[in-house]
Each structure stands twice: as structure tokens, then as C-alpha cells.
């Protein structure tokens, strides 16, 4: 069998953080991967009056998304998805989740047969009743096997290499020890579990919690209140989990990174959390703020309450999720922000 190709589809913070590992990795284990190149596509745009792939592959820095952490010289940027794509056997999805179907209209059909696919994007996809993580719409659209990877990963810190984990659900254990061998290093501890929906479910549902801590810091109650959502939020993950998804997998919540290390990470200093609370001590709306604080990253939160909210709604099951149904309708629709806790 010939040596895996890696493209890493997306190059924001957590894409470009995850570029640097990929790099250094693939000449670690130039057994398994091609070393020469790791083509990593980038949504082209300017910054400080530079093309963004031209300093990327210039100065191998992302000097908008990821500054100062420089990246490895076989980390190539393209501007052209296909491109990137080309020849690739193990792909690796990294964007914000609203980019996710754009991307995958343009590579149906067009990825190698025989290749395989990882999605480290937070997120679920939603269509009234419906429910669906990424790894299985990356997996029907594309007709690749798909695995997911998620965990406690605030990227600037992985990227400037502080000790940190995360776990890969995969599809076949084999495909898991492969995608490990592409991220794993001696300070970012990848765990391996078979539970694909679970991990990215984690992933996803962690963000609204996020967003509901970031409301208890705006209003100043403290940090019982704060540990109290954490509770109840993991709480409303598993039980939408097991609800949901059949054969997710217990352990996946307490045991795995992806399960009560993110949320813990995530309400303690995530961009959620902090967008949150400005939106309580601001007086500004969230897009505002995703402008002003976060320098073109996005905001996830908010849209997964709302696309959990959607599906909720069409199961007529709203009343058993209380926390994710207060944050949406805090963020979307006007309650007012010290009716959180109310009835929790
Ligand atoms: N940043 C983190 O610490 C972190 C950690 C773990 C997981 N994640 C998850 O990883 C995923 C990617 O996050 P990120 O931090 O790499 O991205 P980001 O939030 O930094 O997003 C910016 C990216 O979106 C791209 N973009 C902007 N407009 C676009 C368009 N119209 N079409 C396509 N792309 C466009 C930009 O070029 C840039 O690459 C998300 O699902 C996020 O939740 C992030």
C-alpha cells in the first residue's frame, strides 16, 4: 500500500494549529505518510495587504488566524479546494461548520475512492426532525469513511505545544491508529474510542454550555453557579446523546476529552464563553461581537442552540433540555439573560 497523502480542508485557528502537528508528524512517521507536502486549503483573502496563502507560505506563519506559532515549510496553503484535495488519501476537515456544505458541494464526486476523512469541526446538522453529525454527512456526501476527533483544545495552546489531550472516535480501530499517528506528540495525548456520534456530539452540544457560563460570568454569580451549569450542561449532552444516537458510548462523557475535559475548558476560557459574557455586560448584538472580539473566527454556540432548538422543537421534546432551550432563546430571542437559571 502506498504512503497516506494528508490535505487539511480549512485554516483558521484550530486548522492551522492542527497543520503544524500534521506537518511535523508526517516526517515523524514518513513510513506511513508522505512527507513532501501537507496541502492545506485556505479560504484566500487579504490581510495587511498580502494574499493570506502568500504569508502562509512565505513567512510559514497564519499570521491572521494563528500569529506567532510558525508552521512547518511542508505546510503548503492553496487557495484552490480541489486542488488541495488532489491525490489526498487522508483528509482532514477543519472549518467553521457554517463552510462545511459549500465545501462538500464542490468535492462530491471528486476525492480519491480510497481515501479517508476526519472531522475536527464542532457542530450538528439539522433539518427539522433530523439530526446528523458531520462525520456521517462527510461520509454519505463523499463515500469515504469518516472518523471525528475532538477534545479539551483551546488551539493557541496545542499549537504552542501545552500539555494537552484529545480523543478520536473512529470507524475502524485501524483508521484511528493512523489518524493518531498524524496528530499525537508528547504534549497532545490522543485518545482512541469507538464512538464516532459521541465524540462529535460532545463536540457540538459543548459549545452551547459554553455559551450559558459566559452568561453566569457577565451576570457575576460566581463560580458555583458556573460549576452547576457545567453539571447540568453535561447532563443535557448525554441524555440528548443516548437519546438521539443509539450505541453512544458512556465512557465517551466522563472518561474522554471530548466529554467533561472540553466542557470544563470550554466555559473556563473558550471563545464562546467570553463572547457570552460580553453579550450580558456589552449591550451589543453577538455578530458585533464576533467582529470585534474574535478577528474573522466564528462563533459556534449560539448556531448550535439554535439548530438544537429546531430539532428539539419538531420532536416535541423542548421541556427536557432546559439549559440548551434557555440559551437559545437568550440568544435569539430576547429573554432576558437572568432568567438562566430559572427552573433549572
Ligand atoms: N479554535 C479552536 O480553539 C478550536 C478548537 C477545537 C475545535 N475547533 C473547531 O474547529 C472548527 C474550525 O475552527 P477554526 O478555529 O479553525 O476556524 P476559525 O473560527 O478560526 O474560522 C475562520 C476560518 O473560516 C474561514 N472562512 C471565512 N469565511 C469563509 C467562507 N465564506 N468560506 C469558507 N471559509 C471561510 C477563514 O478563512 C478561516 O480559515 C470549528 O468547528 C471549531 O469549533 C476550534
Given amino acids: ?67 506567532d506559532v510558525k508552521l512547518p515549510e511542508n505546510v503548503v496553503a492553496i487557495p484552490d479546494l480541489l486542488e488541495t484535495v488532489k491525490d489526498a488519501t487522508a483528509l482532514v476537515f477543519v472549518m467553521p461548520h457554517q463552510f462545511l456544505g459549500k465545501c462538500l458541494d464542490q468535492l462530491e464526486g471528486k476525492v480519491n475512492k480510497d481515501a479517508k476523512a476526519i472531522t475536527l469541526i464542532k457542530g450538528v446538522g439539522v433539518d427539522g426532525a433530523d439530526i446528523h453529525v458531520f462525520a456521517d454527512v462527510i461520509q454519505d456526501r463523499l463515500g469515504v469513511s469518516c472518523s471525528a476527533l475532538s477534545g479539551a483544545n483551546i488551539a493557541n495552546e496545542v ?33 482512541l474510542i469507538d464512538d464516532v456520534a459521541g465524540v462529535s456530539l460532545c463536540g457540538a452540544l459543548k459549545n452551547i454550555v459554553a455559551v450559558a457560563a459566559g452568561f453566569i460570568d457577565g451576570l457575576e ?21 443516548q437519546e438521539f444516537f443509539k450505541d453512544v458510548k458512556e465512557e465517551s462523557f466522563l472518561q474522554e476529552s471530548a466529554g467533561v475535559a472540553d466542557v470544563i475548558t470550554s466555559c473556563l476560557g473558550g471563545r464562546n464563553t467570553r463572547v457570552a459574557k460580553a453579550f450580558v455586560t456589552g449591550n451589543k448584538s453577538f455578530d458585533e461581537l464576533e467582529k470585534e472580539m474574535l478577528n474573522g473566527q466564528k462563533l459556534q454556540g449560539i448556531h448550535t442552540a439554535k439548530d438544537v432548538h429546531v430539532f428539539l422543537k419538531a420532536r416535541d421534546r423542548l421541556g427536557a433540555y432546559p439549559l440548551f432551550d434557555k440559551v437559545y432563546h437568550i440568544s435569539w430571542e430576547g429573554l432576558p439573560v437572568a432568567k438562566l437559571t430559572e427552573g433549572l
Fill in 221 to 241: 454569580y460566581g463560580n458555583n453557579s458556573k460549576a452547576a451549569i457545567m453539571r447540568i450542561g453535561l447532563l443535557e449532552m448525554k441524555h440528548f446523546c
Fill in 159 to 191: 499549537a504552542t505545544d501545552r500539555f494537552s489531550e484529545t480523543t478520536i472516535g473512529y470507524r475502524t480501530e485501524e483508521e484511528g491508529k493512523m489518524w493518531q499517528k498524524l496528530f499525537q506528540t508528547a504534549n497532545f495525548k490522543v485518545q
Fill in 1 to 67: 500500500m502506498g504512503k497516506e497523502k494528508v490535505a487539511i480542508i480549512g485554516s483558521g485557528n484550530w486548522g492551522s494549529a492542527i497543520a503544524k502537528l500534521a506537518g511535523n508528524n508526517v516526517k515523524k512517521h514518513n513510513d506511513v505518510f508522505d512527507d513532501s507536502k501537507v496541502p492545506i486549503w485556505v479560504f484566500e483573502e487579504e490581510y495587511e495587504g498580502r494574499k493570506l496563502t502568500e504569508i502562509i507560505n512565505t513567512d510559514h506563519e497564519n499570521k491572521k488566524y494563528l500569529p
